[in-house]
């Protein structure tokens, strides 16, 4: 049986008979029995099989940090971004 987890599904809290499970490139997957709905698919992570809840929720202060990290990243893709960003290291 998989307990759905994910709350903004009509299945939520619903235990489902697992028919059967996949593997994939994102990750397991599980194929269910839903009654009247037939069979539904449900990725790992939205039931109770996957990775427990963060311990504390998203903050505003790890966001702005992911995005100063994706913002660095996308520089430093750019073709000659290694010279510019050393010497920006080496005159400091």
Do not use: N, W
Not at 4 to 9: T, W, Y
Not at 27 to 51: H, K, M, N, Q, S
């Amino acid at each position: 049986m998989a307990h759905r987890e994910d709350p903004f599904h009509p299945l939520v809290g619903r235990q489902l008979p697992i028919l059967f499970a996949r593997r994939r490139a994102t990750g397991r997957i599980y194929i269910c029995e839903a009654g009247a709905l037939g069979t539904v698919t449900l990725p790992e992570e939205f039931t109770d099989r996957g990775l427990p809840p963060a311990a504390r929720p998203l903050t505003a202060e790890a966001l702005a940090e992911l995005a100063t990290i994706s913002t660095l990243k996308r520089k430093l893709d750019r073709p000659g971004a290694e010279v510019v960003m050393l010497c920006s290291l080496l005159s400091k």
